[in-house]
RNA sequence: GCCCGGGUGGCGGAAUUGGUAGACGCUGCAGACUUAAAAUCUGCUUCCCCUUCGCAGGGAGUGUGGGUUCGAGUCCCACCCCGGGCACCA
């Protein structure tokens, strides 16, 4: 295979921007000129390095950044690494490293990669989640939050990864599984740190109609919010003091209530028992609860009865008790009506312990079709002065008079829980709190911050459910920063989320050297206008961080609402056989070895030209090779086109032809950028290097520098290293990042030739090809019938109707 | 089960948003160059039929079935399949 010298070529290049600090790529703070926010999700730098699907999203932001900076933007578009955590410690300890010391070099590393790539960083305001200067502001927003009250320390059941040992947030815990290590969480009852998110799910929820997000990312954040309306009910037991309260979004099937449910983790379960019962009832409860300690599972329905009975507040009907393992603790109030006509796992419950089916909702016309069960809104019957109303109403009316009666409240129930943010290990953010004796949990004072993490010789978890910061006393003995006496600091770190809940903000600070909160700054650059990134972090990172920043919103440390404006997904790379790339199944494509075989701008096309960027879509080995000669052909092109340099052109009319082309591909791609469809620009750049190819070899010793620079232009933000050499080989003497984007003409658009499909009964039977635009119909006839076609198909049939479409279309509608 | 996406040649994918389906690339085939191969260049490449082999003609075709329309890959209804997310959330 032909081989331009791309190794020589992209060194060169990448050796001339590192001169002066890259400054060539720094974003002006508060300059006058319009300004773009142009930001990647930031890499964990594990020892793998950088994968394909690092180099998609990156060099879609580059090619955005070039593209910007081109057209007299002040960009901004910066890089760093969210290097603490789990996985970079969990590889530390498989290298048997101490994280302190090998982080830096994965950093190092992924540094030098992303280089490789010529990615056009403002590489002066890189930064590192950890780095004390950075994670000095990250311990300070938490402190904020922890003087606003949203900071607790709770006991509670929660997921635990025994592998990672440490305790784990519901948004780690994908499918019963660890989140980044893959293993079956556990629930261990732990005193964790928790914050207070669920103060914030209204808004979270609600601000997300305003965000050009990807419709599934907003779907997967409000299902994760999971807002529902309701009512709490109380409901007497008969023969106790005891009343249960529980959770319905079914008010108008409380007529149809046949058994109430507690939680096995219920405390009114062994209260509200029968004597006779309660034995049972204790041991259901125990095995339960010792099952969900152990994080098992049941899927199957299991239960026992109490032995007593509510009391319907509208009917007073007696209805049993019954204690099951299928109503969650954590999620309302512990306790259902059970309603088994309208709900399906009712309705299993039902059934199991044959227990009475009671249909009070019927469809709303139409037949009555007669299935057991029936869970949508329809019309009420069977409940007294309610029936008839529809669903809604009947919600609303038995709401208002259990209400009026002190026996229901309406209730807005969250799915969302509260953020377990305190981890058992070793390498993240120590948590800057204090524990004294006497005062209790005292924060740190805003000067003590940084709290830095010590070294340690013994950093892997201790699996006691301690962090091994405990054993350092020299670091965990401190004085109490209140009452100056003896104290201990809390030894727990924070979680991998916590330094990428602002480090768009970060980036802001760097110039600074991240000394200040400059306002004035963040009321220039925010929110971030594009965001590029994985779908991994649609409930993870992506909820977090609009968390934190409506939080810095309120206490009024940033100027926005929401952080990031437009949010894109690119998609999975897969491997060659279609699968999703990973160690195990061999079929990892490592970018460095892509770019020694053909070049870090053969790598970077071919990632954008594979398909739309939010496509998940497989590599293919051959392909990338398909780009490369596109490469090759525009390099030889370039020598050729060098050759006639010093010529005059005699003709220039003949040239026009060229510019006319040109012309609409510098419409393309300024579009085709603007909207992200990358693969699309390329292809047209392909044609139009093949007309031009074609053109040369038919006028060979016209000059065309001038036309063919502009191409070049156009090619840059893909294709730096190469598009920048034939530029200066050609004699231009800048960088072109500093080069204008080529403006089109709108005049030379418009199109010299116009086709007219003519179609007959809608099919299409020829083309009538004019040099004039807008011809009426009765030209476009008067066309039509000289053609051969005509006679075919037209003439002597009887035409019914004749639609003509304005400088598109004419059909012929022939009757029989 | 529920909620989002999406089904277009041998493959990855285009299609001005209702107006010439298959751009561009890959693969394959043929040719040129070459002692030869590689590389490069040129042409063909949705399927089927007819053919006087002409740069000719006809038919079908965008997951399936129906509908709206002069005209549907694009809009509507039903179904099938694939990918992703959530999953005892009452």
Same mark, same amino acid.
């Given at each position: 295979?032909?081989?331009?010298?791309?190794?020589?070529?992209?060194?060169?290049?990448?050796e001339?921007?590192?001169?002066?600090?890259?400054?060539?790529?720094?974003?002006?703070?508060?300059?006058?000129?319009?300004?773009?926010?142009?930001?990647?999700?930031f $890499?964990?730098?594990?020892?793998?390095g950088?994968?394909?699907?690092?180099?998609?999203? &990156?060099?879609?932001?580059?090619?955005?950044?070039?593209f910007?900076?081109? @057209?007299?933007?002040?960009?901004?578009?910066?890089?760093?690494?969210?290097?603490?955590?789990?996985?970079?410690?969990?590889?530390?300890i498989?290298?048997?490293?101490?994280?302190?010391?090998?982080?830096?070099?994965?950093i190092?590393?992924?540094?030098?990669?992303?280089?490789?790539?010529?990615?056009?960083?403002?590489?002066?305001?890189?930064?590192?989640?950890?780095? $004390?200067?950075?994670?000095?502001?990250?311990?300070?927003?938490?402190?904020?939050?922890?003087?606003r009250?949203?900071?607790?320390?709770?006991?509670?059941?929660?997921?635990?990864?025994p592998?990672?040992?440490?305790?784990?947030?519901?948004?780690?815990?994908?499918g019963?599984?660890?989140? *980044?290590?893959?293993?079956?969480?556990?629930?261990?009852?732990?005193?964790?740190?928790?914050? *207070?998110i669920?103060? =914030?799910?209204?808004?979270?929820?609600?601000?997300?109609?305003?965000?050009?997000?990807?419709? @599934?990312?907003k779907e997967?954040?409000?299902?994760?919010?999971?807002?529902?309306?309701?009512?709490?009910?109380l409901?007497?037991?008969?023969?106790?003091?005891?009343?249960i309260a +529980?959770?319905?979004?079914?008010?108008?099937?409380?007529?149809?209530?046949?058994?109430?449910?507690?939680?096995?983790?219920?405390?009114?379960a062994?209260?509200?028992s029968? $004597?006779?019962?309660?034995?049972?009832?204790?041991? =259901?409860?125990?095995?339960?609860r010792?099952?969900?300690?152990?994080g098992?599972?049941?899927?199957? +329905?299991?239960?026992?009865f109490?032995?007593?009975?509510?009391?319907?507040?509208?009917?007073?009907?007696?209805?049993?008790?019954?204690?099951? @393992?299928?109503?969650?603790?954590?999620?309302?109030?512990?306790?259902i009506?059970?309603?088994?006509?309208h709900d399906?796992?009712?309705?299993?419950f039902?059934?199991?312990?044959?227990?009475?089916?009671?249909?009070?909702?019927?469809?709303?016309e139409?037949?009555?079709?007669?299935?057991?069960?029936?869970?949508?809104?329809?019309?009420?019957?069977?409940?007294?002065?309610?029936?008839?109303?529809?669903?809604?109403?009947?919600?609303?009316? +038995?709401?208002?008079?259990?209400?009026?009666?002190?026996?229901?409240?309406k209730?807005?129930?969250?799915?969302?829980?509260?953020?377990?943010f305190?981890r058992?290990?070793?390498?993240?953010?120590?948590?800057?709190?204090?524990?004294?004796?006497?005062?209790?949990?005292?924060?740190?004072?805003?000067?003590?911050?940084?709290?830095?993490?010590?070294?340690?010789?013994?950093?892997?978890?201790?699996?006691?459910g301690?962090?091994?910061?405990?054993?350092?006393?020299?670091?965990?003995?401190?004085?109490?920063?209140?009452?100056?006496?003896?104290?201990?600091?809390?030894?727990?770190?924070?979680?991998?989320?916590?330094?990428?809940?602002?480090? =768009?903000?970060?980036?802001?600070?760097?110039?600074?050297?991240?000394?200040?909160?400059?306002?004035?700054?963040?009321q220039?650059?925010?929110?971030?206008?594009v965001?590029?990134?994985?779908?991994e972090?649609a409930?993870?990172?992506?909820?977090?961080a609009?968390?934190?920043?409506?939080f810095?919103?309120?206490?009024?440390?940033?100027?926005?609402?929401?952080?990031?404006?437009?949010?894109?997904?690119?998609?999975?790379?897969?491997?060659?056989?279609?699968?999703?790339?990973?160690?195990?199944?061999?079929?990892?494509?490592?970018p460095?070895d892509?770019?020694?075989?053909?070049?870090?701008?053969?790598?970077? +096309?071919?990632e954008?030209?594979?398909?739309?960027?939010?496509d998940?879509?497989?590599?293919?080995?051959?392909?990338?090779?398909?780009?490369?000669?596109?490469?090759?052909?525009v390099?030889?092109?370039?020598?050729?086109?060098?050759?006639?340099?010093?010529?005059?052109?005699k003709?220039?009319?003949?040239?026009?032809?060229?510019?006319?082309?040109?012309?609409?591909?510098?419409?393309?791609?300024?579009?085709?950028?603007?909207?992200?469809?990358?693969?699309?620009?390329?292809?047209?750049?392909?044609s139009?290097?093949?007309?031009?190819?074609?053109?040369?070899s038919?006028?060979?010793?016209?000059?065309?520098?001038?036309?063919?620079?502009?191409?070049i232009?156009?090619?840059?933000?893909f294709?730096?290293?190469?598009?920048?050499?034939?530029?200066?080989?050609?004699?231009?003497?800048?960088?072109?990042?500093?080069?204008?984007?080529?403006?089109?003409?709108?005049?030379?658009?418009? *199109?010299?030739?116009?086709?007219?499909?003519?179609?007959?009964?809608?099919?299409?039977?020829?083309?009538?090809?004019?040099?004039?635009e807008?011809?009426?119909?009765?030209?476009?006839?008067?066309?039509?019938?000289?053609?051969?076609?005509?006679?075919? &198909?037209?003439k002597?049939?009887k035409?019914?109707k004749?639609?003509?479409?304005?400088?598109?279309?004419?059909?012929?509608?022939?009757?029989e």
């Open positions: 295979m032909r081989k331009y010298p791309f190794k020589k070529i992209e060194k060169k290049w990448q001339i921007w590192q001169k002066n600090n890259f400054s060539l790529w720094q974003a002006k703070d508060l300059a006058k000129q319009k300004k773009i926010y142009i930001l990647d999700m $890499p964990y730098p594990s020892g793998d950088l994968h394909v699907g690092h180099v998609e999203g &990156y060099t879609a932001t580059d090619i955005l950044s070039r910007y900076r081109m @057209n007299g933007y002040n960009v901004l578009h910066p890089m760093g690494f969210d290097a603490f955590g789990l996985p970079a410690e969990n590889f530390a498989k290298k048997k490293k101490n994280p302190i010391d090998f982080v830096p070099k994965n190092e590393r992924f540094r030098k990669q992303l280089k490789s790539l010529g990615l056009s960083y403002d590489w002066q305001r890189e930064l590192s989640t950890t780095d $004390p200067s950075y994670y000095k502001w990250t311990q300070y927003i938490f402190l904020k939050m922890y003087e009250g949203l900071v607790y320390e709770k006991s509670a059941p929660i997921n635990f990864c592998s990672c040992q440490t305790g784990l947030a519901d948004e780690e815990v994908i019963g599984k660890c989140e *980044r290590c893959g293993t079956a969480t556990e629930i261990r009852n732990l005193k964790q740190w928790h914050i *207070r669920t103060a =914030y799910a209204e808004r979270l929820l609600e601000d997300l109609d305003e965000l050009d997000w990807p419709e @599934n990312v997967m954040q409000r299902n994760w919010i999971g807002k529902s309306v309701g009512y709490e009910v409901f007497m037991v008969d023969g106790f003091e005891e009343r +529980i959770f319905t979004t079914r008010l108008d099937t409380i007529y149809g209530v046949t058994f109430i449910v507690l939680s096995p983790a219920n405390e009114l062994l209260k509200i029968h $004597p006779n019962y309660l034995l049972n009832v204790e041991r =259901y409860v125990q095995e339960e010792k099952k969900e300690k152990a098992i599972y049941d899927k199957e +329905i299991s239960g026992v109490t032995g007593s009975y509510a009391i319907n507040p509208l009917n007073q009907k007696k209805i049993p008790i019954w204690v099951s @393992n299928y109503v969650l603790a954590t999620y309302g109030t512990g306790a009506m059970g309603v088994p006509a399906e796992r009712d309705f299993n039902a059934k199991k312990f044959d227990l009475e089916v009671i249909r009070v909702v019927v469809p709303t139409g037949v009555q079709n007669f299935e057991e069960i029936f869970i949508e809104d329809g019309v009420v019957i069977n409940s007294d002065e309610f029936s008839g109303l529809s669903s809604e109403e009947a919600r609303e009316k +038995i709401g208002e008079k259990l209400s009026s009666l002190g026996l229901a409240r209730v807005v129930n969250y799915r969302l829980r509260d953020w377990i305190s058992q290990r070793y390498w993240g953010e120590p948590i800057p709190l204090i524990r004294c004796p006497r005062c209790g949990i005292v924060p740190l004072k805003e000067k003590d911050l940084p709290l830095v993490l010590p070294r340690v010789k013994y950093y892997k978890p201790s699996g006691t301690e962090s091994p910061l405990k054993n350092i006393s020299k670091w965990v003995k401190t004085r109490c920063p209140k009452c100056k006496g003896e104290a201990e600091r809390e030894t727990q770190t924070m979680p991998q989320w916590a330094g990428s809940c602002w480090y =768009y903000i970060g980036y802001l600070l760097k110039s600074k050297k991240l000394r200040n909160w400059d306002k004035r700054l963040l220039y650059w925010l929110p971030v206008d965001y590029v990134g994985g779908v972090h409930v993870l990172h992506l909820l977090y609009r968390f934190w920043h409506k810095l919103y309120d206490i009024k440390m940033v100027p926005t609402k929401e952080p990031f404006v437009k949010l894109v997904n690119q998609g999975l790379i897969l491997g060659p056989d279609g699968q999703k790339m990973s160690k195990s199944r061999g079929n990892v494509i490592n460095d892509v770019i020694k075989e053909y070049g870090a701008d053969t790598l970077r +096309i071919y954008m030209f594979m398909g739309p960027l939010e998940s879509k497989p590599w293919s080995i051959e392909s990338i090779k398909g780009v490369f000669r596109f490469l090759n052909r390099w030889a092109l370039a020598g050729q086109v060098k050759k006639n340099k010093i010529r005059k052109n003709d220039q009319e003949i040239l026009a032809e060229v510019r006319v082309k040109l012309n609409e591909l510098i419409y393309e791609t300024t579009e085709g950028i603007k909207n992200l469809k990358f693969n699309v620009v390329i292809a047209k750049m392909m139009f290097e093949n007309f031009l190819r074609n053109f040369l038919k006028n060979s010793n016209l000059n065309i520098v001038d036309e063919f620079l502009i191409f232009r156009l090619l840059f933000p294709a730096p290293h190469i598009s920048q050499e034939i530029f200066s080989l050609l004699g231009g003497k800048s960088l072109l990042d500093l080069e204008k984007w080529p403006e089109y003409d709108k005049e030379l658009l418009v *199109r010299k030739t116009f086709n007219y499909v003519v179609q007959v009964n809608g099919k299409k039977r020829g083309v009538i090809v004019s040099e004039k807008n011809l009426t119909e009765n030209e476009v006839k008067e066309l039509v019938s000289e053609q051969t076609f005509y006679k075919k &198909y037209i002597g049939k035409v019914v004749i639609v003509f479409v304005r400088g598109k279309v004419i059909n012929f509608v022939i009757g």
